[in-house]
T-cell receptor, first 117, second 113 residues
Framework: DAGITQSPRYKITETGRQVTLMCHQTWSHSYMFWYRQDLGHGLRLIYYSAAADITDKGEVPDGYVVSRSKTENFPLTLESATRSQTSVYFC????????????????FGPGTRLTVL | DQQVKQNSPSLSVQEGRISILNCDYTNSMFDYFLWYKKYPAEGPTFLISISSIKDKNEDGRFTVFLNKSAKHLSLHIVPSQPGDSAVYFCAAASSGGSEKLVFGKGMKLTVNP
């Protein structure tokens, strides 16, 4: 199916474990993003990628690692999960046109609810 | 320090009436503003946007107004429908980092039948 998917949808892990959240989009959008949503904070940008092999930090990157070897995938890894990383994580993709990012075109996935015990 | 503020956490209106959702920002570099709508257990979906060169943008029942001097924008929904019940996020972007959106905390709108 076309669109943007995230897996798993729910994950419970323990402090100190490594966790990888997957994101896949079928639109061949150049840009991909990871956000976290917490009560009292709205959505905050963790990392984003303008193209394969190009990634950059957002507002809250500490404790997270990303990679983008293929245009359609943008996994987010918590190398050593902490309780403060309990959150809902949203992946998004967006289109590049005429050399500019089209700001109306961020499409979000359904989210992954991560609980770190 | 929050750059995009949605100071009211919730709003309840009757079906058919107007819903007005407010958003304030502090960063003068923001030149593009967006509203997203989010249902439970789903990702946010784009609703409407406005560039700083305009003061109004309309799309069907949804109108966004921008007051640059007051650093304030508002989303008007007329008439409100029960299906509009959701959390609404205001977001802003600057020309220098246009792919980075800064979101407000969100406001929960409830439209009562």
């Amino acid at each position: 199916d076309a669109g943007i998917t995230q897996s798993p949808r729910y994950k419970i892990t323990e402090t100190g474990r490594q966790v990888t959240l997957m994101c896949h989009q079928t639109w061949s959008h150049s840009y991909m993003f990871w956000y976290r949503q917490d009560l009292g904070h709205g959505l905050r940008l963790i990392y984003y990628s303008a193209a394969a092999d190009i990634t950059d930090k957002g507002e809250v990157p500490d404790g997270y690692v990303v990679s983008r070897s293929k245009t359609e995938n943008f996994p987010l890894t918590l190398e050593s999960a902490t309780r403060s990383q309990t959150s809902v994580y949203f992946c998004a993709s967006g289109r590049l046109a005429g050399g500019e990012f089209q700001r109306d075109t961020q499409y979000f996935g359904p989210g992954t609810r991560l609980t770190v015990l | 320090d929050q750059q995009v503020k949605q100071n009211s956490p919730s709003l309840s209106v009757q079906e058919g009436r107007i819903s007005i959702l407010n958003c304030d920002y502090t960063n003068s570099m923001f030149d593009y503003f967006l509203w997203y709508k989010k249902y439970p257990a789903e990702g946010p979906t784009f609703l409407i946007s406005i560039s700083s060169i305009k003061d109004k943008n309309e799309d069907g029942r949804f109108t966004v107004f921008l007051n640059k001097s007051a650093k304030h924008l508002s989303l008007h929904i007329v008439p409100s429908q029960p299906g509009d019940s959701a959390v609404y996020f205001c977001a802003a972007a600057s020309s220098g980092g246009s792919e980075k959106l800064v979101f407000g905390k969100g406001m929960k709108l409830t439209v009562n039948p």
